[in-house]
């Protein structure tokens, strides 16, 4: 069972970036379709942002142009690379498979605020 742990969140200020890693450690990481999801307080969790084992990406309406998810299959690692933040990015983010398989690691936490 591949196991996932994000890191790299933080408080940043609206219009500011930040850099989130996801580590795949014990299993086999490249053939999947990786996604970071979010949930914001007292909302469900949502999809952000996929990317095929082949580099294709697609991203949720509400972050498309500002935010960019990549992969490192040599190092299995997933990021996202977060600009343009606005308040109401602010959520834990994850990431899992894509289906997200429902075993969800501790997250991280990004707050935008002024």
């Known amino acids: 069972q591949v196991q996932f742990v994000e890191s790299g969140g933080g408080l940043v200020q609206p219009g500011g970036s930040l850099r989130l890693s996801c580590a795949a450690s014990g299993g086999i990481f490249r053939p999947y379709v990786m996604g970071w999801y979010r949930q914001p307080p007292g909302k469900p969790r949502e999809l952000v942002a996929r990317i095929t084992s082949g580099h294709t990406t697609t991203y949720s309406d509400s972050v498309k142009g500002r935010f960019t998810i990549s992969r490192d299959n040599a190092k299995n690692m997933v990021y996202l690379q977060m600009n343009g933040l606005k308040p109401e990015d602010t959520a834990v983010y994850y990431c899992?498979?894509?289906?997200?398989?429902?075993?969800w690691g501790q997250g991280t936490q990004v707050t935008v605020s002024s």
């Open positions: 899992d498979k894509y289906p997200a398989t429902g075993y």
